[in-house]
């Protein structure tokens, strides 16, 4: 009977992940588990996906090689569109190490997605292609890791076997590097110029093999093996939920986690509070009795509460931990050629907010003595108001996101028809300030 269960949950949870792409390609090497989480992130097409393959063909016995780029973006939409819009999880090992790289969707339609995977990361690996130098998403995608406290970062200068002029990668280098001083970033981050393309398929110049190796060094040196937090009360951060497979997928923040614990659903939900049994757990496909901090894990829930469970929220010990709406921050908006908006903002805006947990929206409240925020400007006394609850503490950072919008280029031919000279073309998420929770209200 209980070998039935598990086997029914091993496919059922097989089949969640599937469809999510999500674990596809987990090498299990050995039964240890890749304990520092590295999301490799960067602007769409500048070379993330390719980059964790060739990181894969490196860290692998010569007989195992062949994952490609489509064998990670296997989603069918994935495949449609030519872009990886899930997360993908891929384990390596390295020298007694193991990294379990997050590539993260560079496109901004994906930004939830990515957000999601970069919230799990320990380190990131920040592509940047050598012949379009820092992009809108990579600026975006730096600043989501800067607002969960991502303080350790190796940029990866891709695609320089495209470059054959050395200013023009010196130039690229000096802007990145421009960047990651205005984020806060250490001015010796490594910055290592190669091609993951030529390193997936073997090649050995410089620009090949030896840059991906170079990179794995970096990785060993400056990513530090992450303290987990094993002892405090249990609380887990839900990444996917499939309801009809009665599935949810996360990290486990903090804590240990065994099966059959009653666990309560916090964040996003009014004040009833919900629990739900723990009936199975899976960490690699395998079948666990309990889990810990650190752990990525698929939990089993066999009855009806798991109706009430949804990304974003936390899983965590009853009556342990609770989720707020109303809080104090100091808040610090883009200039417009930071890429932010160039308009101020004033009491009553409402902005999409991402947490480490989740994005909500929030309404703000500037002081009395305050008319509006220009940008380029910061201010520690705004009230920030949510509209659903989540869990959050004095400390945490935020990202304050609004779409930044595009405009068709000037069609010579419409020229004189006005309506058609403002036609929108695409809105583009983007980060346009960070702010940091100083006080919880309510
Ligand atoms: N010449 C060259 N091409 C590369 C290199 N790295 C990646 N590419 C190519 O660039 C394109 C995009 O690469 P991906 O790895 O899919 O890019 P990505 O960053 O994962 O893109 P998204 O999934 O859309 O975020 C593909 O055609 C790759 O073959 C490189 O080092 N050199
Ligand atoms: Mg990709």
Known sequence: MINRI????????????????????????????????????GHPDHGSGTLAVALLAITQEA???????????????????????????????????DFALIDVPGDADFTKNAATGMAQMDAAILVVSA?????????????????????????????????????????????V???????GFPDNTPVIRGSALLASNGDTSVVGVPSVNKLLAAMHKNFPLPKRDTQSDFMLQVNHVFTDKRVVVGQVERGTVKKGDKVEIVGLSGTDKHFVTVDNIQINEKDVNTAQAGDRIGLLINDDGI??????????????????????????????????????????????????????????????????????????????????????????????MAGIVMKDEEDEED??????KDKIKHTIPSVIGIGTITEILE
């Open 6 to 41: 598990n086997q029914s949950f091993i496919q059922r949870l097989r089949y969640a992940l599937c469809a999510l792409c999500i674990g596809t390609l987990i090498v299990v090497a050995n039964t240890m588990y890749a304990n520092t989480k590295v999301g490799i992130i």
């Open 131 to 175: 012949t379009d130098g820092p992009m809108s998403q990579t600026i975006n995608q730096l600043r989501l890791a800067k607002t969960i406290g991502i303080k350790h970062i190796i940029v990866f200068l891709n695609k320089a076997d495209l470059v054959e002029d050395t200013e023009l990668i010196e130039l690229v280098e000096q802007e």
């Open 63 to 97: 007989g195992e090689r062949g994952t490609s780029v489509d064998d990670m973006d296997n989603a069918k939409e994935e495949q449609e569109r030519g872009i990886t819009i899930y997360n993908n999880y891929i384990s390596v090992e390295h020298k007694n190490r």
């Open 307 to 400: 109706n009430h469970i949804e990304r974003g929220q936390m899983l965590a010990e009853p009556d342990t931990v609770t989720a707020h709406t109303k809080f104090k921050a100091r808040i610090e908006l883009y200039t417009k050629e930071e890429g932010g908006r160039n308009t101020p903002i004033f009491t009553g805006h409402r902005h999409h907010l991402f947490f480490t947990t989740t994005d909500i929206t929030g309404e703000i409240t500037l002081p009395d003595d305050l008319e509006f925020l220009s940008p380029g400007e910061e201010h520690a006394g705004i009230t920030v108001e949510l509209l659903q609850p989540t869990v959050i503490t004095k400390g945490n950072s935020f990202s304050i």
């Open 415 to 420: 020229k004189d028809k006005d309506k058609d």
């Open 177 to 183: 590097r421009e960047l990651l001083s205005q984020h």
